[in-house]
């Protein structure tokens, strides 16, 4: 088969992939886009809830974690009556407060370390955003731990690398079937 043949024919089954799969995952890629522009601006935007201050006094000493994590909880649980399993717990010594984060939902309880009063209960935009972005909002939704994020990933990776090779295929093989059409006409 002469090189145009196999040229043109290389760029054909390049546009039909880069046709068929550019659609579905152009879909994914604005999505990650957007999240991304999103969790750069996430303070800038009011994603995350603002931090309470209280009073920090030199040497004074905080409650223990355990007693920060019991008043999180049980303010959930009679207060707000959503899941109180922690995620995690986030202490700013600095602003002498703890963020009490929760496992089934975006919700964020701020504890004063000093008293363990209930300073604010906030909605977590960002956790949300971020899940959203890297694709990790599927393993919360399904319940499983990781394996979804991971093919949400890998496959978005392998479309998004594919595309690259088609679109590349699709500039330089009109200007190489040119280029040898060139050739053939000087001989």
């Not at 000093?114 to 935009?125: A, K, T």
């Not at 978005?156 to 040119?178: D, E, R």
Request: with cysteine.
């Amino acid at each position: 088969m002469p090189k145009i043949n196999q040229l043109v024919t290389q760029t054909r089954i390049s546009r039909r992939l880069h046709k068929w799969f550019g659609v579905p995952i152009a879909v994914f890629l604005i999505l990650v886009s957007v999240t991304a522009i999103m969790l750069a601006w996430k303070k800038e935007m009011r994603l995350i809830p603002t931090s309470q201050k209280t009073r920090v006094a030199e040497g004074a000493s905080w409650i223990p974690v355990e007693q920060i994590i019991v008043a999180a909880t049980t303010h959930m649980k009679d207060s707000v009556g959503k899941s109180y399993e922690i995620d995690r717990v986030d202490i700013r010594p600095d602003k002498g407060i703890a963020k009490v984060v929760f496992k089934r939902h975006f919700t964020e309880i701020q504890v004063d370390g000093l008293s363990g009063e209930i300073l604010s209960v906030s909605q977590r935009n960002s956790d949300l955003i971020e899940k959203i972005h890297d694709g990790s909002i599927l393993d919360f939704i399904f319940g499983r731990d990781g394996g979804v994020k991971h093919i949400y990933s890998t496959v978005t990776s392998i479309f998004l690398i594919l595309l690259c090779v088609t679109g590349l295929l699709l500039w330089y093989n009109p200007k190489a079937i040119k280029k040898e059409k060139a050739r053939r006409i000087e001989r």
